[in-house]
């Protein structure tokens, strides 16, 4: 609308602009709202204001009261309930597509930060992407739902004693997962402890989660 105004104005320098009240603005009829039985009968509509028809010198002149001075105002307090903003992966049903959607946002950036020798252009993703995506998602996971015990492992410091995972032994990951070592050995890991990430089933991406791997196993 700006854009408009200012291409008039340049090409009718000489105009001398005036207020239409909004009583006789023809424009006004939509911006308020019409049906188009209405708008076809409409005098206004079609032939604009009656004093239009007559010499300029005797169209209406508007008159207007310039404030000097702004009227007392109180400041006024409001207040609203913060609600939280819906997770984007709220509006996918699958864990399996989004990790696959995620990661070709992710591949496409780092290949924005990338020499065109150096960029992954494969037609596929590979498995190194999925997982790493995967991951990131359980650390998300983990920041939302265990913030206290993220900040206490980072920081070197003591998970609150009434914390869900107070009683773990928890470590940090290269890539900032927070997993615990279970008691449970596993053969195919030669017999050595397993190593898990806990997830909080409160958090949707990890019912998304586990509807996946319900799936997939037929269950």
Partial sequence: MDNRVTAIQELLLDAKWRHVNTHDNP????SRGSST???NISHLWWEGPPWLRRPPEQWPHPQFTVLTELPETKPVTLLAPALPS???WETISSFTTLVRTYAWIRRFVANTRLPAGKRQLTPHLTAEECHSTKRLFFWLV???TYPEAVR???WNSHVPKAHSLSGFNL??????LLTLTSRVRDFRLHNRPRVLIPLSIKSSLVRLYVKDLHIQSLH
Avoid at 27 to 30: F, G, H, P, R, S
Avoid at 171 to 176: E, K, L
């Fill in 37 to 39: 039985t209405n708008l």
């Fill in 152 to 154: 206490g492992v980072q």
């Fill in 171 to 176: 470590s940090p990951t290269d890539d900032g």
């Fill in 27 to 30: 424009a006004d009829i939509l």
């Fill in 142 to 144: 983990q920041v939302e």
């Fill in 86 to 88: 819906p997770q984007f």
